[in-house]
């Protein structure tokens, strides 16, 4: 094979930073999460340190309560956790959220489960009358007083439908106007500067540098898609065993493991399918 070169590292961390006009949409944050969309259709998490974790399995995402969020693939809706697992399979048909809880159904005909933040089902096969029951009993529930959730922050209104953030009367909170009316959550807020441009802002006003991530574990075969899709080398948040960088034409396959013997192993498999690969190209040549 021509033009293949191969950087070993050890205990490297690699990081790439994605532009902030990428983002189709990136929502606030809750249980430390923000759901992204490229504008390119793939799906994220961004964490409060800015890392971001590419979910291109999943057809849609939703955002986190306490442990869990509802992920969809092939029109089923699932579950996964904060390490990004998934928990429970995708086989619910029909999946609404009601403040920290999911309501699910398996099929059309099939009475409702309800699932908390944590995973655990806390009713299994009831029917629509038990479910407007407990809707009901938790709408009553005090909800937050909104006063202290914005403590000292304000998003006066302009006529030009832009919305400045001020703290204690001072405009230099945050550099940009928004173009959406959005308030501080966790401790953060998104700012739409423009179209597929948004910027997130700490309580301080400092703005939260993103870096894409995603997990491999030397599962290489499907990096093909996502460098495809974003153009763009695609590294893990941690790796703290080896890595390869296997150059080759326009793309780079990386490749992780915990031990050099697995590394080996590892490389060897990208190679056998790089040279697949050129024998197809001459084929069709």
């Not at 998490?45 to 693939?73: C, H, Q, R, W």
């Not at 996964?80 to 029909?94: D, G, K, L, T």
């Not at 960088?245 to 490749?255: A, E, P, Q, R, S």
Request: aromatic content about 16%; charged content about 30%.
């Amino acid at each position: 094979m021509d033009n293949i070169e191969i950087k070993d590292y050890e205990n490297l961390d690699m990081y790439c930073v994605f532009n902030s006009n990428d983002y189709r949409d990136i929502n606030d944050f809750k249980s430390g999460y923000a759901v992204t969309c490229h504008k390119n259709g793939v799906f994220g998490y961004i964490n409060e340190k800015g890392y971001e974790t590419l979910m291109y399995d999943y057809d849609e995402i939703g955002d986190f309560s306490n442990l869990i969020a509802p992920v969809k693939k092939n029109n089923l809706w699932g579950f996964i956790n904060n390490s990004f697992e998934e928990v429970i399979e995708c086989r619910y048909f029909f999946l609404e959220r009601f403040k920290d809880f999911f309501i699910v159904k398996q099929n059309f005909y099939s009475n409702f489960i309800i699932i908390d933040g944590y995973g655990k089902k806390i009713y299994e096969n009831i029917d629509k009358s038990v479910l407007y029951d407990f809707i009901e009993k938790r709408s009553r529930s005090i909800e937050p007083d909104s006063s202290v959730i914005k403590r000292e922050y304000c998003i006066p209104f302009s006529n030009a439908c832009v919305y400045k953030y001020e703290i204690n009367g001072s405009s230099d909170l945050i550099p940009y106007q928004n173009l959406e009316n959005r308030d501080f959550s966790e401790g953060y807020v998104v700012i739409k500067v423009g179209v597929n441009d948004y910027r997130i802002f700490n309580e301080k006003g400092k703005q939260l540098k993103i870096h894409t991530c995603i997990k491999l574990n030397a599962e290489t075969m499907c990096l093909k898609k996502v460098i495809d899709r974003f153009d763009y080398r695609v590294t893990s948040e941690v790796n703290s065993g080896y890595s390869s960088i296997i150059k080759y034409g326009n793309y780079d396959y990386i490749v992780f493991s915990d031990t050099r013997e697995e590394l080996e192993i590892n490389k060897q498999e990208v190679l056998d399918y790089l040279s697949k690969e050129d024998v197809k190209k001459k084929v069709k040549l």
